[in-house]
């Protein structure tokens, strides 16, 4: 990988955290402007945030561990991903779908990324494929676009991909069979 790849796969990953603190402190705002106001949006902000705060390696570098170096990167990776979904899932376990689309796309998501991330670390830990192939071009753009359909949810709490709708699809279908 040409150091230019190297240093934008780095800053884009700070990127995307800065953008989850940005919705973080939309929603701690959005939330101050209605006191009485469902704080679900705003809990999911912060954990997001935190999770990837705490994954993100320039600042897992910057204390002395070089992550994108290390064969379990992608395990570390799958497993806070894990743990950021069930305390989500912990946190908003009463709320509606209906009142909270940004859930569905979090889960969504989230759930997307970690399988992704289980993929990358068989694929070069036990499979040992170590040449560029389509998966890592599948898995990187992906991720990405997981991480950007995160952020559209959680600063405008809609179904804009019909997500929802799909969802109460599959579950009144199953519910009738």
């Not at 992608?74 to 946190?91: E, H, K």
């Amino acid at each position: 990988m040409s150091s230019i790849g190297y240093y934008f796969e780095l800053y884009l990953a700070s990127f995307i955290m800065w953008s989850f603190l940005m919705v973080f402190l939309f929603n701690l705002v959005r939330k101050s402007a209605l006191p009485k106001g469902d704080t679900a949006l705003m809990a999911i902000s912060l954990t997001i945030f935190l999770f990837y705060l705490f994954s993100d390696p320039l600042i897992i570098t910057a204390i002395g561990f070089d992550i994108l170096h290390s064969s379990g990167t992608y395990l570390f990776w799958f497993t806070f991903n894990l743990a950021c979904l069930l305390i989500i899932l912990r946190l908003t376990s009463g709320a509606n779908l209906g009142k909270l689309p940004a859930k569905l796309y979090v889960i969504i998501g989230l759930t997307v990324n970690m399988l992704l991330f289980l993929a990358m670390h068989i694929d070069i830990n036990v499979l040992m494929h170590y040449e560029h192939w389509w998966f890592w071009t599948f898995y990187s753009i992906t991720v990405n676009v997981m991480d950007v359909m995160m952020i559209i949810a959680l600063l405008t709490n809609k179904d804009f991909l019909g997500l929802l709708g799909c969802y109460r699809w599959g579950v009144e279908t199953k519910q009738s069979a």
